[in-house]
C-alpha cells in the first residue's frame, strides 16, 4: 500500500489522525495529490530538518482530516 491508498483508507475509516506526506515529489501537483488522498500537510525530500520539526510539532495533538472529503479524491 502507498502513501496516498493509507490516507485514503485512514480517511474512509474515519481516522482523526493528522497524516503528513513525506515524499520526493515537489511540484504543486504532487501536493495537490496529497491533500486529495487526505494528508494534512505535505514535506519534500530532502529534508530539511528544522522544517519537518516544525511540520510536526504543528500536527501533534492537532486532529487531522479537517476538511477531508472522499469526493475530493
Known amino acids: ?3 496516498y491508498s493509507l490516507a485514503q483508507t485512514l480517511r474512509a475509516r474515519g481516522s482523526r489522525l493528522a497524516v503528513v506526506a513525506l515524499t520526493a515529489h515537489a ?3 504532487d ?3 496529497c491533500r486529495q488522498a487526505g494528508c ?4 519534500t525530500k ?3 530538518r528544522a522544517a519537518l520539526l516544525a511540520t510536526c510539532a504543528r500536527w501533534m495533538g492537532q486532529p487531522g ?3 477531508f472529503s472522499l469526493a475530493a479524491s
Open 1 to 3: 500500500m502507498d502513501g
Open 27 to 29: 511540484m504543486a501537483e
Open 31 to 33: 501536493r495537490t495529490r
Open 40 to 43: 494534512d500537510d505535505y514535506a
Open 46 to 48: 530532502p529534508i530539511d
Open 65 to 67: 482530516g479537517v476538511g
